[in-house]
């Protein structure tokens, strides 16, 4: 059994980081924001000093959060993630960027008022294992991304990290895990099996696909729209392995990736059904 097995629907949407245009990425109110939109969610997560996985997508502070100013009241020369505690990383707001940066125009095109935003914030970093029991509470299924820390000293230890805090929340059925980093997915097939992982690629494909998703023990291959034709979806799904596409904001595109027989598509803007 499969990650893919829980849902009945055969065109599936994966909200990107939440409903990410229309609420700050990788928070609670984006999350909360896509039940109803999506079958699942699709996270971020990477490791802090104190080695407890949380939920962000960025190596550094810099683009989502006031951190800058944080750091120089605590006397912090770093924003890299990875160099910050729980406690600190606590206390930054990673929603009120959104308000000023308008990410995806849609505070100028009017699809939603600064006014319902602002009482929204400011809005705090989660835990793997907060967003874990929230998803659970909500029965969302989750996509969980590991990041490349392979300039922290978590590089070898990220996967036992993530699936520990899985395994804890009792979740395992739940999650797809994925990463660009394939070294992570093997480890995490070696140490449970049962879990399903995706295998994310952005620039060219590996060689040999199918066999390298077979050795890998691949559920799903995750490749970059860009990279992305009808021949690779038939010939991946005919081998037995989910195609689910990032990111994909375009209805028509996504209409015309489920006709060439893509599991899944994650999109920005998600939204039910695509058709």
């Known amino acids: 059994m499969t990650f893919f097995d829980r849902f009945s629907d055969v065109h599936l949407v994966g909200a990107h980081r939440g409903f990410r245009a229309c609420r700050p990425e990788n928070t609670l109110s984006a999350f909360t924001a896509s039940v109803g939109r999506c079958h699942f969610i699709e996270t971020d997560v990477q490791i802090c000093r104190d080695g407890i996985p949380v939920v962000f997508h960025d190596p550094t502070l810099k683009r989502t959060t006031n951190a800058a100013f944080i750091a120089n009241k605590l006397g912090i ?14 206390q930054l707001d990673i929603g009120s960027w959104f308000l000023a940066a308008d990410p995806f125009g849609t505070l100028a095109a009017g699809t939603l008022a600064v006014a319902d935003l602002e009482p929204l914030m400011p809005q705090r970093i989660l835990t793997l294992a907060e967003l874990l029991e929230w998803a659970m509470r909500h029965k ?74 077979q050795t890998i023990g691949a559920a799903a291959y995750h490749p970059a729209d860009a990279i992305t034709s009808r021949e690779l979806i038939r010939t991946l799904r005919a081998a037995g392995f989910g195609v689910n596409v990032y990111t994909v904001n375009d209805r028509q595109r996504q209409r015309e990736l489920f006709d060439f027989g893509a599991t899944a598509i994650f999109t920005d803007f998600p939204e039910l059904p695509v058709r």
């Not at 020369?77 to 606590?90: F, G, Q, Y």
């Not at 590089?155 to 994925?178: E, K």
Request: charged residues 20%; aromatic residues 6%.
């Open 140 to 213: 969302m299924p989750l996509n969980i991304e590991i990041k490349d820390q392979r300039r922290t000293r978590f590089d070898q230890h990220v996967a036992s990290l993530v699936l520990d805090a899985v395994h804890r929340a009792g979740s395992a059925s739940m999650v797809l895990i994925s990463s660009f980093n394939h070294d992570y997915l093997v480890q995490c097939k070696a140490l449970a099996p049962h879990i399903s992982i995706g295998v994310l690629q952005n620039e060219q494909h590996p060689p040999e696909l199918v066999q390298y998703l």
């Open 77 to 90: 020369k770093s924003l890299r993630l990875s160099t910050w505690d729980l406690s600190r990383l606590k």
